[in-house]
């Protein structure tokens, strides 16, 4: 009764108010189509500077080079290529040494190590084609048989590598402030007094909040797939069952994390930077956006035990990778145990009432 | 001063113990006692409330009211004495009264994006209960708020959210009611309205347990009231014998350009019982046709002006300042 009552309460409040709606729903759904419009379409055009020495690799270069697709040339002198590279209007400016019989013909390539992902692609591209002109003029045949299957061909894209992560985020960060912040607020306006004095149990009405977020996940969860699926052509290959079990119990350990978060907090203040210095570094460490396989091998071994790590980990596997439950008993497990510990800290934390000083009375920024 | 309270407060104490005798008493505290730190905001009280009196306690901010509310309320843990409710202890599980006490905080805030009715049925649901529509409608109705129904909370006036609060803690139906200063803060018509739906509460048969710094809403409401200072019961009584007790008196009032401190303690017939000449002075006259004859001699003699003179019968405010040197409100 009070249970449902409350649940009901809770969700009410939760759609009523602007700017949760904006962080529980249009916050995610706008990372999701700006990261699409950024990422999602691929690398892009590769601008190669090509210096006019006047060398008759020139040619070949060029029209081997040409047969890729999104590759423009620039032909020029050094120096204007060279600014236009630092610009970054170029991914890579070649120039070919003069050519004497039976010597190496010597190619300088300029580029910008600024530029990672582009500048190193091109990189590679243009040493590709110079062997493979080298190839051609020298006989070689070729010693291997190259057959592309690109990830992206399994729908693997990166919109599908981000979909879960954008999830995982968007409940840790709602369910998180969507917890800690109302309750410390409740306590601090002394609302949670009034409520200590019904019969309402103090697990009732935490589970109802619990259930409220709960509810709200879902409906992320459920917004983010269909926007990734309808613009971003992402492929969901696991089940949708499963995949909601996970963001359930990915759910319940951040709420459990945002009570543990509520009892650390005084004061509504503190809140924000509480919760944000969990939440901030847990985003990125947690391989929401990138994998961190770059990262020193120590704090690759912290964050693969991060409570999101695991959420967006199963997450990914059952939702783009089409694993089944079975495949991801250990992450599961490992939020579970996350969700213990976190209720366990909570329930030695939780307070009715906010903190009094000497004489008994609320402290002044309780009272209004 | 203090010492003469004291001894009286005990007379009080015994009076109204045998007064109560035989008729149902509903709530009964005693030796109640709690300290913060060196503090000790409330020093043993004992009393006893009859069912469906409303009583009082008065005393000024950080007198020991809240506190002792608290103690009551089973919010607040005692250092020792005891509290019944209903027969009920209410220490050490203070789960036991929740059904039959209401509560109405002191500053009252609620969800805001909830709507009045909304709040009134949270409520009802959180006691374990469902409020059917003829029992909304008339919480509403008595609350005042029945055109408010469908409002969110956050666009309540301060009277308006008063009443609520009055009404969330009517929902599970208590027989005790405890109101923690109810008009604090509200302008006279919205203080007028709350003191109808309490008086109209106690009608019904509803036992009221307020506390106030405000003496008329003493004087109006309470059947008796507990005067309280240092977290102590200087007095209690029904606040006309209260009154009675400071004699025939007639209370003299005035502001002086100096303070007369000297020249008023020789004052006939009369007693100082506030000096400090920035805020008023105040004198209890046993004869006060004497009594102002030798005021305004005194100050023609000091070179003192004397302004604002006035003679008046005295009320509540002055049986608190005659006990404790204090006006209620500082």
Known sequence: MAFIALILANTRMQLRNRSSLFWHFAFPLLFMVLFGLIFGRGQGTLNIGLVSTGSAWEEHFRSALSQVEGVNFTAGEQNLLLEELKDGNLHVVAAFGPSAAGQMVEVELFYDPGEMLAGSTALAMVKGTLDGIARVVQQVPPLFSIKETGLAAEGLTFMSFLLPGVIGMSVMFSALFGTAYPLVMEREKGILRQIKLTSVKTAVFLSAKAVGMTIIAFLQAGIIITIGVLLFDVRIKGSLAAAALVVLLGALMMVALGLVVSGTARRVESVDSIANVIAMPMMFLAGTFFPIETAPGWLQSAAAVLPLTYFNNALREVLVRGEMLSGVLSPLGAMALWTLVFVALAAHLFRWEAAKNQNGRPSQAAKK | ?330
């Open chain 2, 1 to 330: 001063m203090a010492r003469r309270a004291n001894k009286e407060i005990g007379d009080l104490i015994c009076a109204t113990k045998e007064g109560v005798q035989g008729l149902s008493i509903m709530v009964e505290v005693q030796s109640l006692s709690k300290g913060y730190g060196a503090l000790l905001a409330v020093d043993d009280v004992s009393f006893a409330v009859k069912q469906g009196e409303i009583f009082g306690f008065l005393g000024p901010n950080g007198a020991g009211k809240t506190t002792c509310l608290e103690m009551m309320e089973g919010l607040r843990k005692p250092d020792s004495g005891k509290v019944l409710i209903k027969n009920i202890p209410v220490w050490p599980e203070p789960g036991k009264i929740k059904k039959i006490i209401g509560v109405q905080f002191q500053s009252s805030a609620f969800y805001e994006e909830l709507t009045v009715q909304e709040i009134l049925q949270l409520f009802a649901a959180m006691h374990g209960g469902k409020l059917a529509l003829p029992e909304l409608d008339a919480l509403l109705e008595m609350g005042g708020l029945s055109e408010k129904r469908r409002a969110y909370t956050g666009t309540l006036s301060g009277g308006q959210k008063q009443r609520l609060a009055l009404m969330t803690a009517l929902v599970n139906k208590p027989e005790v009611i405890f109101l923690d200063e109810p008009t604090t803060g509200l302008d006279p018509q919205a203080r007028r309205r709350s003191w109808d739906v309490i008086k109209e509460l106690q009608t019904s048969g509803k036992t009221i347990i307020l506390t106030s710094h405000y003496m008329e809403e003493a004087e109006y409401l309470c059947d008796r009231v507990a005067i309280i200072d240092y977290g102590k019961i200087v007095a209690l009584d029904e606040p006309k014998k209260l009154i009675d007790k400071l004699g025939e008196k007639t209370k003299i009032s005035f502001t002086s350009s100096r303070p007369l401190d000297g020249a008023l303690a020789l004052l006939p017939g009369a007693e100082v019982v506030k000096a400090r000449s920035g805020e008023g002075q105040v004198l209890l006259a046993q004869d006060q046709g004497q009594a102002i004859a030798a005021l305004l001699e005194a100050a023609r003699k000091e070179g003192v002006t004397i302004k604002n003179l006035q003679v008046s019968v005295p009320n509540l405010e002055d049986v608190f300042l005659a006990l404790t040197g204090k006006e209620l409100r500082d």
